[in-house]
């Protein structure tokens, strides 16, 4: 795409605006957009206590955030028997659900979306989440409608496989110089280096910012607020 971002949009400089530096912005969602980190920790904590089985610490149970839910539990759990998983995925949906049209977007995540579309940048999402969990939260939210693709780890290869920008940017015919991943976990950056996508860092999510510096983002930032205006300013 390469146009001009379109001035007097709020949020962005007013007058002659610099040319697009990306065309495709594909952002996480839990713990990038949705402050739904601790949601998702507790949750599974819950899920695994309900069957008698070690509970994990805060940062384990943060550290599989992103992945898909199989994988999730396999590295969490790796001496749980397959045939537990899908008990222990009963389990944590019963307790993320019965919470997750309560669970906020970050503050500013809306009209920044919402900006950002409206200056031309194609918007995706990449996420850890089930298809119906992701549009069960495109439904509260009311944000499907400003994403122009989507991707979910139900029907595709879960993070940090590079499967679900490939199918992305084919989709959006756009280049990985042109595309860039955002998101909170080491999950969304190693994906966007086995991409070859450049990426932006969510250092207020799930992962902590030293773990995420060490993938070589574009930047880390410590809020959504300042992570939207790195846009602004740079994207």
Same mark, same amino acid.
């Given at each position: 795409?390469?146009?001009?971002?379109?001035?007097?949009?709020?949020?962005?400089?007013?007058?002659?605006?610099?040319?697009?530096?990306?065309?495709?912005?594909?952002?996480?969602?839990?713990?990038?957009?949705?402050?739904?980190?601790?949601?998702?920790?507790?949750?599974?904590?819950?899920?695994?206590?309900?069957?008698?089985?070690?509970?994990?610490?805060?940062?384990?149970?943060?550290?599989?955030?992103?992945?898909?839910?199989?994988?999730?539990?396999?590295?969490?759990?790796?001496?749980?028997?397959?045939?537990?998983?899908?008990?222990?995925?009963?389990?944590?949906?019963?307790?993320?659900?019965?919470?997750?049209?309560?669970?906020?977007?970050?503050?500013?995540?809306?009209?920044?979306? +919402?900006? &950002?579309? $409206?200056?031309?940048?194609? *918007? #995706?999402? /990449?996420? !850890?989440?089930?298809? @119906?969990?992701?549009?069960?939260?495109?439904?509260?939210?009311?944000?499907?409608?400003?994403?122009?693709?989507?991707?979910?780890?139900?029907?595709?290869?879960?993070?940090?496989?590079?499967?679900?920008?490939?199918?992305?940017?084919?989709?959006?015919?756009?280049?990985?110089?042109?595309?860039?991943?955002?998101?909170?976990?080491?999950?969304?950056?190693? +994906?966007? &280096?086995? $991409?070859?996508?450049?990426? *932006? #860092?969510? /250092?207020? !999510?799930?992962?902590? @910012?030293?773990?995420?510096?060490?993938?070589?983002?574009?930047?880390?930032?410590?809020?959504?607020?300042?992570?939207?205006?790195?846009?602004?300013?740079?994207?």
């Amino acid at each position: 795409m390469g146009q001009q971002l379109n001035s007097g949009i709020s949020g962005f400089p007013d007058g002659a605006a610099p040319r697009h530096r990306f065309d495709l912005l594909v952002f996480d969602w839990d713990g990038t957009l949705m402050d739904s980190a601790a949601t998702i920790a507790t949750s599974i904590q819950a899920a695994v206590r309900d069957l008698g089985l070690p509970v994990p610490s805060d940062d384990a149970a943060r550290h599989i955030i992103g992945l898909g839910l199989n994988e999730a539990i396999a590295h969490l759990l790796p001496e749980l028997d397959v045939s537990g998983y899908g008990r222990l995925v009963e389990r944590y949906r019963h307790h993320f659900l019965s919470q997750d049209s309560d669970i906020p977007l970050f503050p500013g995540v809306s009209k920044a979306i +919402m900006d &950002l579309r $409206a200056a031309g940048f194609i *918007l #995706a999402v /990449a996420t !850890g989440k089930g298809r @119906k969990g992701l549009d069960r939260a495109f439904r509260h939210t009311g944000l499907g409608d400003f994403f122009h693709a989507s991707r979910c780890a139900d029907e595709s290869f879960s993070k940090p496989h590079p499967g679900m920008l490939q199918e992305l940017m084919d989709e959006m015919c756009v280049t990985p110089d042109r595309t860039l991943m955002i998101g909170d976990t080491s999950h969304d950056l190693q +994906m966007a &280096l086995n $991409a070859g996508v450049p990426s *932006l #860092a969510a /250092a207020y !999510g799930a992962h902590s @910012k030293e773990s995420l510096l060490s993938f070589s983002p574009l930047a880390c930032l410590d809020s959504f607020g300042d992570l939207n205006q790195w846009l602004v300013k740079h994207a």
